[in-house]
């Protein structure tokens, strides 16, 4: 299994402003994954942070708003730029442990709660 | 419509109740996961799925491929169940990496003692 941790928890933003949410994971991992979760939705999949690389963003999400950054296999940022009061929701690191029969299992921080004034 | 579409979206049942929740798919996967999200935030991978059945204490979870359908089986429901189930399915990729995980909209549960 994997143990993740993010700062901050939380944190109340004025519009305009820029957040970094940072994640550690307590062991290597080749791929780590941000999601948002925005208030009464699911999780949606921003991009996935490979150690030497640039990120991959999904459809809708941009590298100038969500910078990310992978500087070693254990370590991960997401920066919330130009924050406005729609960017408002849970943000969460994800990785993949090692599951059984080649399929690997998810593993979650505990989130970091957003708020844009 | 939805790559992964739950159901129901909300369910309120009494202690000691059966439950089952649905999830159908309609994209290519290699493995569909359920998830637990309790108030707060925090995210707990339940079961990984890529055939068959899988159990764990009173929580039991089945996949049809052919279907393309899974349930989330909880027997001697508890309060301490009460909590937002999330299907979610590893798209099926051609490049051998792994792929972020596509959600449904979750099942709020609550199980009133």
């Known amino acids: 299994s994997a143990v993740i941790s993010q700062k901050p928890s939380r944190d109340i933003c004025q519009r305009g402003t820029s957040l970094t949410i940072q994640c550690q994971v307590d062991s290597q991992v080749t791929m780590m994954f941000w999601y948002r979760q925005q208030p009464g939705q699911s999780l949606t999949l921003i991009a996935t942070a490979n150690q030497g690389s640039e990120a991959t963003y999904e459809s809708g999400f941009v590298i100038d708003k969500f910078p990310i950054s992978r500087p070693n296999l254990t370590f991960s940022t997401l920066t919330v730029s130009n924050m406005s009061p729609e960017d408002s929701s849970i943000y969460l690191c994800?990785?993949?442990?090692?599951?059984?029969?080649?399929?690997?299992?998810?593993?979650f921080g505990p989130g970091t709660r957003l708020t844009v004034l | 419509k939805n790559e992964v579409e739950q159901s129901p979206q909300n369910l309120t049942a009494q202690e000691g109740e059966f439950i089952t929740i649905n999830c159908s798919y309609s994209v290519g996967i290699s493995a569909l996961h359920w998830l637990q999200q309790h108030p707060g935030g925090g995210i707990v991978s339940l079961f990984m799925l890529s055939s068959g059945k899988k159990k764990h204490g009173r929580l039991i979870a089945t996949i049809n491929i052919q279907e393309k359908h899974s349930s989330l089986h909880i027997t001697a429901s508890h309060p301490r169940d009460s909590a937002v189930y999330i299907c979610?399915?590893?798209?099926?990729?051609?490049?051998?990496?792994?792929?972020?995980?596509?959600f449904g909209k979750g099942t709020h549960l609550i199980i009133q003692p």
């Open positions: 994800s990785v993949e442990g090692t599951g059984g029969g080649g399929y690997n299992e998810q593993f």
């Open positions: 979610a399915v590893s798209r099926r990729g051609g490049g051998g990496g792994a792929d972020g995980l596509t």
